[in-house]
């Protein structure tokens, strides 16, 4: 492994997005592929369970359902990794706290983090991904996190299409205000370029009025700033995507709408392939992934903060991981590898 990274991990639900990819095959493509951690996406654990056990109880937003159930899964899934080779780094998405005035819905909230709590210790992992939550309850789901045993910590992550915390910036700003040393940053290339740089809903792809003048300049300030701003025992996790052109701007709009979700929601579930995959795993016909982001940039940039922590590959391309195709799997899992190990070149050209 590479002194730039303490751990190489890819995500279960980037690994393929069709019902026969089961989340053994999807460890097995990761192990295979030569990575030693994987984030696990809560829904595949799951679908595990309800594969294990037809007729499970999903858990709802207060916690309750077939609890029972997962934590066996969980426990099963623990052991097929470890005989695997493999180790959790995260379990994600914990979301919808949000700083609700509700008691009740808070309650269920918190009432819904005891339970991952349960079933993080049933695997093994002291990691979990965080979306919008305010700092007040982000502190106290810190607190709760921390006197677990072993103690778990929070990986908060920005989605670009957040209504109100859309940057790592922002990210950054909660976490300085939640101030616990359990709560940290889990920072995305491809969320910060779709802030900074890329807007897929323009002609172009790039991001239009930019304050600094151009999306080349909005992204080198945002950069600059990460790389001198964030402290790097903050960072907990970065993973790492691209994100491609090769929908045009109408049929994301349409899609969107189709889905009453934003744009940017739209493309990141279906439109993000590993950096490089034009040159990983080229399309017999020569056609184009169509990734463009520039990636390279921010990984730079975390590494210039003096940050040497975990990498993970979280990646959707819906057109081709939704296929009924056994290899889809292994064809993701090894492209990632191959791309990471030239991002690596590439970043050994600039002197890491």
Known sequence: MSGLAAALAYSTDSVGMHSSHTLPIKLRAIANAGFSHFELAFPDLEAYAEQEQPGYQKLDDGGNGDLHTLLQAAGRLNALAEGLGLKILAVH??????????????????????????????????????????????RQLADDAAVQHP????????????????????????CRRVDRPNFGLCLDTFQICARAYAD?????????????????????????ALATTLPPEKIF?????????????????????????????????AW????????????????????????????????????????????FYEEDMSKSDDFIPVKWTKAAKDSHQLLLEYLGERGY
């Open 151 to 174: 103690p778990i910590r929070i990986a908060y992550e920005m989605w670009s299409w957040g209504a109100h915390v859309n940057t790592w910036e922002h990210t950054w700003e909660v």
């Open 272 to 315: 993000r392939p590993v950096p490089y995959m034009d040159a990983v795993c080229p399309h017999s016909n020569k056609d184009s992934w169509g990734g463009y982001l520039p990636v390279l940039d921010v990984c730079e940039a975390v590494l210039r903060t003096g940050w040497r922590g975990p990498w993970s590959y979280e990646v």
């Open 93 to 138: 998405p914990f979301s919808n706290i949000e700083g609700y005035e509700d008691t009740q819905k808070r309650t269920l909230g918190f009432k819904r983090a005891a339970v991952w709590f349960r079933v993080l210790k049933a695997l093994d992992c002291q990691l979990f991904d965080d979306h919008d939550v305010i700092a007040r309850d982000l």
């Open 237 to 269: 996790y970065l993973q790492i995507s691209d994100g491609s052109r090769k929908i045009t701007p109408d049929a994301l709009k349409e899609s969107a709408e189709k889905q009453g979700i934003a744009p940017l929601y739209a493309w990141s579930n």
């Open 200 to 224: 897929p809903t323009s002609s172009n792809g790039l991001l239009q009025n930019a304050p600094k003048g151009s999306a080349v300049m909005e992204l080198a300030s945002s950069v600059q």
